[in-house]
T-cell receptor, first 121, second 107 residues
Framework: QVQLVQSGAEVRKPGASVKVSCKAS????????MHWVRQAPGQGLEWMGW????????SLAQKFQGRATLTRDTSMRTAYMELTGLRSDDTAIYYC??????????????WGQGALITVSS | DIQMTQSPFTLAASVGDRVTITCRAS??????LAWYQQKPGKAPKLLIY???TLESGVPSRFSGSGSGAEFTLTISSLQPDDLATYHC?????????FGQGTKLEIK
């Protein structure tokens, strides 16, 4: 069965960086895009970007360009999201989510359990 | 980016009620719309894609309709297990976007 297992909760100070991992199992890793979505406390879902796990190409929402980096390690079947220059309003649960397809961003058929990132001095 | 607007923000209904949630897009998106259910403390779960196609394993009391810029999610007979926040998401543009969510409460 498809599973996405994310790394655990982290606490960072303002200005620091964080890297969240997402280990996939139960399907062909490179056969689907992977997205990153975040949810601030009590707020809605915010799409951050996607990575083509086969070719490595990425696309980021404009507000995250220059601050977020999406990478993958195909041998480890793991996707990563790194966010730099953390601010208090980056406090959120960060989800990885598998795209249904691999040629155009579609909808998300499997989600990780989420990783709570807290930014506080 | 395409903006998605859901209504209402919150909704209280009784078990057995028919419930409808609306999602409007800032421009036509064809049928490129998905609905997700998010229970408290959990990750979202895909319910419907292509505006009206039920994901495998989702109860048949859930249905979706609409095309262009206006869409609805309907629960035909509300069950206690349906307590959740519901999100719409468009995938017509290069950048997916979500509505702000509708919190469904059971009276």
């Amino acid at each position: 069965q498809v599973q996405l297992v994310q790394s655990g909760a982290e606490v960072r100070k303002p200005g620091a960086s964080v890297k969240v991992s997402c280990k996939a199992s139960g399907y062909t890793f490179t056969g689907h895009y992977m997205h990153w979505v975040r949810q601030a406390p009590g707020q809605g879902l915010e799409w951050m970007g996607w990575i083509n796990l086969y070719a490595g190409g990425t696309s980021l929402a404009q507000k995250f360009q220059g601050r977020a980096t999406l990478t993958r390690d195909t041998s480890m079947r793991t996707a990563y999201m790194e966010l730099t220059g953390l601010r208090s309003d980056d406090t959120a649960i960060y989800y990885c989510a598998r795209d249904h397809g691999n040629s155009w961003p579609l909808y998300f058929d499997y989600w990780g359990q989420g990783a709570l990132i807290t930014v506080s001095s | 980016d395409i903006q998605m607007t859901q209504s209402p923000f919150t909704l209280a209904a009784s078990v057995g009620d028919r419930v409808t949630i609306t999602c409007r897009a800032s421009q036509s998106i064809g049928n490129s719309l998905a609905w997700y259910q998010q229970k408290p403390g959990k990750a979202p779960k895909l319910l419907i894609y292509s505006a009206s196609t039920l994901e495998s394993g989702v109860p048949s009391r859930f249905s979706g309709s609409g095309s262009g810029a206006e869409f609805t999610l309907t629960i035909s007979s509300l069950q206690p297990d349906d307590l959740a926040t519901y999100h719409c998401q468009q995938y017509s543009g290069y950048s997916p976007t979500f509505g702000q969510g509708t919190k469904l409460e059971i009276k």
